[in-house]
């Protein structure tokens, strides 16, 4: 997988190349990184990478002509076939899905915004798709691109060492995760679920399996909406719920 970065601040995604999974997976060599800076793609004495509004109103925009000609060399970098994607909060909501679309691509180009955006006619020109991290609102888009980055470097194969553990994502397959427990077995006078303790791997992963169920219906039964659970997991799903009352 490949990413390019126009941003006017690579500095930033260090927090992506330089740390935990995805730092070993740039280390390795199956995530590459390359960073398109507007402002080296300007050619006034205050390499000026802002430009004021139409229509007037606060703030400004980003300068067309930096941020075109960066986007270019972005594409013009790789041989291999990119997507430009402009992350904003007016683009298509991401999920888990949209993760796993966006991971069929060899090379994503992620824009990330400044000031109050780009000009609309470079949306229409120069970027394939816009998406957004959720209904919120950062200074620019460089949080959102290494959230998007990271999401889609989990399913590169042999990033995640332990294959295991991505299926075990809580969204990986549509429900939400099960608890998790570690030492001390006493915590608080709280203890850990015995079937946890019996070494008994399959009533484990019945165990796992019941609570992804029964806390995605308690807390996101949105998510259960227009899914088929199978015979075996509604048994669980409908034990789990009896089991609240009682
Ligand atoms: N939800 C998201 O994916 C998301 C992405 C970016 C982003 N900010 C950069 C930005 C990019 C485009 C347009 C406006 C802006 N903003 C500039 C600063 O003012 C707010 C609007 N915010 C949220």
Known sequence: MSFGLVTLFPEMFTSFSDYGVTGRAVKDGLVSV????PRDFTHDRHRTVDDRPFGGGPGMLMKVQPLRDAISAAKAASERQSKVIYLSPQGRKLDQQGVVELSTNERLIFV??????IDERLIETDIDEEWSLGDIVLSGGELAAMSFMDAISRLVPGVLGHE????????????????HYTRPDVLEGLS???VLLSG?????????EQQSLGRTWQRRPDLLEGR???KHQQTLLDKYISELSS
Do not use: A
Request: hydrophobic share 25%; net charge negative.
């Open 34 to 37: 390359d960073y398109w800076n």
């Open 112 to 117: 990330c915004g400044r000031y109050e955006g």
């Open 164 to 179: 295991q553990s991505s299926v075990e994502d809580s969204f990986f397959n549509g429900l939400l995760d099960c608890p």
């Open 192 to 194: 850990v679920p015995e």
């Open 200 to 208: 008994h791997h399959e009533n484990i992963r019945v165990w796992r």
């Open 228 to 230: 088929e659970l199978t």
